[in-house]
């Protein structure tokens, strides 16, 4: 196959775009490591599983298609905070290793009642309306790049939400709390904050975003299937380490990254081979810099 | 008569897994990389019974070196980062490997027809024992065997000084480098026992089914793989022996009415225990444990 440079700017373009979608995911996983030094595997099924009702309570109650991409994070967000209360709360905080299984058991759980209630067919997912149909070119230096409008729209989707989570953080006495939460557990508890509340709208804020990542998803591939969970926890998980567990804009930067690269990786080596270097990218990270981009910040605490 | 034989193959095999991720919890590793092995055994003592056309023992043993060798590789950069990460470092390296199975293609022709590895088409007609008239209960013989010498092997193992000290890393890495203890080389030499283990596990899996596809090697596998020892408990290896039974013989086979429902039932057990028993099943029969979960 003859590949242009073209090409290979044009498909880190879609990458680009699309994996602003694993940015978010990467942002859930970590606020919430962040959080609870805990990893939660159960996150991108639940966010996954907030699409499929938001999906289902539309189609049942015939609501115009629109409302999926509300009632879907907003699921995703309840989803969570059940994995939270069921995989979490009641087990001793010292114990990761307990928490991660259960997680898995979480995600199992939500991935095998998905499969079991479609069949384990993938089902239609509405596409984003008239941005799907949306296409600029833009012409530079005797080359023609070209955008899809969906994918714009799934970009901007996500850092609008990003910049909701930053201003939620930062600028809230909300995001105050889970901060102090994060860094400093009893300090925090001392001062009246309770560390259980404050870690399970953690996790409602997570979910949300991971809603809005998972029908953003399914929406501009065009489907919805339980063979999403897997990858999406998988590339999400990477996400985290590259940027660096618990840094904010780390994720959303090797996000990005990542899906501009597996982009280019499906580009050049097809579709069955397209993962295998994702995955040997994390390798080259763990041994090079195990921090990923911006570890320091929390080997600072 | 056949069935029950194929249930023993199968808690054989899966008892084999469970006890490769068992090494490695001893240490305070978590790790799914397993069935990552697994998969290098089953594909590479598969390539050489079938287009080699190898002696079968030569065959495993090659299967399980090969697989112990990549532990040996994995380890390296995958124990520079600890707990969590390993986590997703392992489960990264087990998705490579299934990958890898998925696109990897090597066929030839014998007697006719072609055989070998047929990418996503998996690895079909891997027929040593049949070919060369072993009955199934030989094989079922064959299996218990191997299970028998590394459940002996790792019961020894935790009544010499290398026990301990796997044990005294899982505890307190801290602790266990102050008295002198070289983390890197404990956690390494299990991940290459581990590694070990689950690659023998998955040439006898392999030969015993005579087929195997990338399917077979998904995280789902992963779970079972290191949910054994830790739904056992890590007090003896007969903990993981009874969550095999657990899972493979109750779960899995007498409830097979419940259908998919058996998966679901799965990921709630493992909520279930580790929300009343975190430190896994063995605790219902001790309740003086003393090994706390890191």
Same mark, same amino acid.
């Given at each position: 196959m003859n590949v242009e440079f073209i090409d290979i700017v044009q498909s880190l373009i879609d990458g680009v775009l699309y994996g602003s979608t694993y940015a978010l995911i990467g942002l859930g996983f970590t606020l919430i490591f962040g959080a609870m030094e805990k990893l939660n595997m159960a996150y991108a099924a639940s966010s996954i599983g907030g699409a499929y009702v938001g999906l289902g309570v539309s189609v049942l109650f015939s609501?115009?298609?629109?409302l999926i991409f509300f009632i879907g994070p907003i699921a995703a967000g309840v989803l969570s905070v059940l994995v939270y209360f069921c995989c979490?709360?009641?087990?001793?905080?010292?114990n990761h290793l307990a928490a991660l299984m259960a997680s898995i058991g979480g995600l199992f759980f939500i991935d095998e009642i998905i499969s079991h209630e479609t069949d384990g067919s993938p089902l239609d997912f509405p596409e984003l309306g008239i941005f799907s149909e949306a296409y600029f070119e833009i012409e530079f230096s005797d080359m023609f790049l070209g955008f899809r409008g969906d994918l714009i729209f799934v970009m901007f989707a996500s850092f609008v939400a990003m910049l909701f989570l930053l201003y939620l953080l930062y600028r809230t006495r909300l995001g105050l709390a889970t901060r102090a939460v994060s860094q400093q557990p009893i300090a925090a508890q001392l001062c009246g904050i309770s560390i259980h509340q404050t870690n399970s709208i953690t996790f409602i804020i997570a979910g949300v975003l991971g809603g809005i990542a998972g029908c953003l998803a399914a929406a501009s591939v065009g489907v919805i299937s339980p063979l999403l969970v897997l990858p999406l926890t998988v590339k999400g998980l990477i996400v985290t380490v590259m940027g660096g567990l618990g840094s904010i804009r780390g994720a959303i930067i090797a996000g990005l990254l990542v899906g501009g690269l597996e982009s280019v990786f499906l580009l050049l080596r097809g579709v069955n081979e397209r993962d295998i270097y994702v995955f040997l990218l994390l390798f080259i990270f763990l041994v090079?810099?195990?921090?990923?981009?911006?570890g320091a910040e929390i080997d600072r605490d | 008569m056949d069935y029950y034989l194929g249930i023993l193959q199968t808690i054989g095999v899966h008892t084999l897994l469970g006890l490769s991720a068992y090494i490695l919890l001893l240490t305070g590793q978590v790790s799914m990389a397993q069935i990552g092995f697994f998969a290098i055994g089953a594909y590479s003592s598969g390539v050489l019974t079938v %287009?080699?056309?190898?002696? %079968?023992y030569p065959a495993l043993a090659f299967g399980a070196f090969l697989a112990s060798f990549f532990a040996f590789l994995v380890g390296f950069p995958a124990l520079r980062v600890k707990g969590l990460m390993l986590v997703i470092a392992t489960i990264a390296f087990s998705e490579i490997v299934r990958l890898i199975t998925f696109n990897f293609v090597w066929m030839v022709e014998k007697d006719g027809i072609m055989v070998g590895a047929d990418g996503a088409q998996g690895f079909r007609e891997i027929r040593y024992f049949t070919t060369n008239g072993w009955e199934s209960s030989q094989v079922v013989l064959l299996i218990w065997i191997f299970v028998v010498i590394v459940m002996a092997m790792l019961w020894w193992l935790d009544r010499v000084k290398a026990g301990a000290v796997l044990r005294a890393v899982g505890n307190d890495e801290l602790a266990a480098q102050s008295s002198g203890i070289d983390l890197t080389t404990v956690k390494v030499a299990a991940m290459t026992a581990g590694g070990f283990i689950a690659g023998l596990g998955g040439g006898l899996y392999a030969h015993a089914v005579s087929y195997v596809d990338h399917?077979?090697?998904t995280i789902l596998m992963a779970t079972f793989a290191i949910s054994y020892p830790i739904l056992g408990?890590?007090?003896?290896?007969f903990g993981t022996l009874l969550a095999v039974i657990f899972i493979q013989g109750i779960l899995i086979e007498a409830f097979r009415f419940l259908e998919d429902w058996r998966l679901i039932i799965f990921g709630l057990i493992i909520i279930l225990v580790m929300n009343f028993m975190p430190n896994g099943l063995v605790s219902l029969f001790n309740s003086r444990k003393s090994k706390k979960g890191t």
């Open positions: 609501f115009p298609l629109v979490f709360r009641y087990l001793p905080s010292n090079f810099k195990p921090n990923g981009f911006f | %287009i080699f056309s190898w002696h %079968i399917i077979t090697f408990g890590t007090k003896n290896v």
